[in-house]
């Protein structure tokens, strides 16, 4: 059976575990299954791209924003702004006096872009992140991840219905099935990108 919709995918849940009595669980074991990717896929297929005008230290980040792939200033010269942790930002603060300036570095900070330094002007950025899975409902029957990747839907669905089963036997059998189809995944996000020769390291000349 072809598993390219919400309902269909359901419908192999039940038939993988030979049960027609998990109709109101099996929404659940679908919403972990996503829960989960989001934490542990990264494909191309999930990247977004994000322009907006910036000018105050705080930032709206866009609505389905996951995790920072690379943030830049691109009014004027581009240039890449630098990600640091909380703890390295407050210090380039209190380094600086807190001066404003073109930003050169930006945390994630409750839910927001912060940027330092805070803009002296209004600058035109633009970020590369990866985006959270559009989860499956009964009105959205259908998204990337499951229409390339549908076996990773479905094993993920069937590791999270193993304890809710008391199946510990099965555990271990859609794990497996499920951590090498993760696995995959993201090799071949690298293979697209990389041509499959793997990251390469840029050694400079002295």
Known sequence: MAITTYAELKTSIADFLNRDDLTSVAPDFITLAEADMNRRVRHWRMEGRSTAEIDTQFSALPADFGEPITFHITSGSLAQIELLGKAEMLKERASSGDAAGKPKYYSITAGEIEVYPTPDATY??????????????????????????????????????????????????????????????NGESEASKFGGSGRRMKIKAY
């Open 124 to 185: 035109t950025s633009e970020l590369y992140y990866y985006k959270r899975i559009t989860a499956l409902s009964d009105s959205n029957t259908t998204n990337d991840i499951l229409t390339y990747f549908p076996d990773a839907y479905l094993y993920g669905s069937l590791v999270h219905s193993a304890p809710y089963l008391k199946d510990d036997a099965r555990v271990a059998v859609w794990g497996s099935l499920y951590a090498q189809t993760l696995a995959d995944i």
